[in-house]
């Protein structure tokens, strides 16, 4: 494991970087003043790194390593960022002394680590500060590993979409959202058209491809604010917030031509692709289950009048509940596109 340093004292931006073999030296003991003082450090670095084991939370992690900074060099700032995560972590305001750092484990990239403070640090506070970032590295690495474990659960591996346990956690998360601000939602609910004959005809991994193909669709029509999943198999849902169904429609539509209009490679030829989108709104009633139903009612009733189309429901409260049949508008007639 090594920290890339450019010398603390040198210009931001200008400053030579040398390389620091932690692993050979994890506890270096400065040249600073013996006794007391080197004990307190000492048992510093220890008390710091126990409690950096505490937790797997990345933000807690980095704010009790920055409280071992200030309990060790007194006020100071600390600024932690991991480009590739697009993460950012800072605490206090950075000075003009600065000491930055370049974070590796077995020449994986865990981040850069800027700490500074008003004063310059001493050549002893430097290694003192080289030894508390010893104690940050395995914790940190552990905290990004775990992150990436909780991003695979969430995400669909064919198509990197959220997947069906994010939908769940997602839905309820902006129908609280919705209630507290009173503010639009709506849900998309889209399947593909005739998928089964896709998969019989052309092959599963062919099948697979037009998955993927619906994916980009659906991400290059929605907007940057929407959330798109992939529910499972063909399925697929959208989360529109502060959408109302007219918005909802419109978008629904939009997402519609633009799959019908792009049809598939396939060897030397192309297979025509279509979707079934059913559309429905928050109501103040609605929990996550039954915004979710009555998207997917509306979806099956664009399948059942022809595919390729979009269907909003316009149901009242508690019908889905009485499993009474759900008043449904179409929006939106188009013959039937071939597979």
């Known amino acids: 494991m090594s920290l890339q340093q450019p010398i603390g004292h040198a210009p931001e931006g200008h400053a030579a970087m040398r390389q620091l073999s932690v692993d050979q030296a994890p506890f270096d003991r400065h040249d600073g003043p013996a006794g007391k003082t080197e004990d307190k450090s000492l048992a510093a670095l220890f008390r710091i790194a126990g409690a950096l084991q505490t937790s797997l939370d990345i933000h807690l992690i980095i704010q009790a390593f920055y409280g071992g900074l200030t309990d060790l060099f ?34 994986k990239a865990l981040g850069e680590m800027t700490i500074s403070r008003r004063k310059r640090f001493a050549k002893a506070e430097i290694l003192l500060l080289e030894n508390l970032l010893c104690t940050l590295v395995n ?32 839905l309820a998360r902006e129908i609280e959202l919705a209630k507290r601000n009173r503010s639009h939602l709506s849900l998309i609910a889209l399947d593909i058209d005739h998928f089964k004959k896709i998969n019989d005809n052309y092959g599963h991994l062919t099948g697979d491809k037009v998955i993927v193909e619906i994916a980009h669709a659906l991400q ?120």
């Open 74 to 107: 007194g006020a100071c700032a600390l600024e932690y960022s991991h480009h590739e995560r697009n993460l950012t972590l800072a605490h206090g305001i950075l000075r003009r002394h600065r000491c930055n750092y370049q974070l590796t484990l077995h020449g």
């Open 139 to 170: 914790p940190l690495n552990n905290s990004l590993l775990y992150q990436e474990a909780l991003a695979a659960a969430l995400r669909d591996p064919l198509t990197n979409l959220n997947n069906r346990r994010a939908m769940k956690t997602t």
């Open 220 to 339: 290059s029509a929605v907007r940057s604010c929407d959330i798109v999943f992939r529910y499972g198999g063909e399925e697929f849902i959208v989360i529109l917030n502060s959408t109302d169904s007219h918005g909802a429609h419109l978008l629904a539509e939009r997402v519609r031509k633009t799959i019908a209009s792009n049809p598939v490679p396939y060897d030397d030829g192309e297979i025509n692709i279509s979707a079934s989108l059913g559309v429905a709104s928050f109501e103040h009633f609605d929990t996550g289950k039954s915004l979710f139903a009555k998207a997917d009612t509306a979806l099956y009733e664009a399948k059942r009048k022809g595919r390729n189309r979009t269907e909003i429901y316009q149901g009242q409260a508690g019908v889905l509940e009485s499993g009474a049949g759900a008043e449904l508008c179409e929006t939106k007639t188009i013959a039937e596109a071939s597979s």
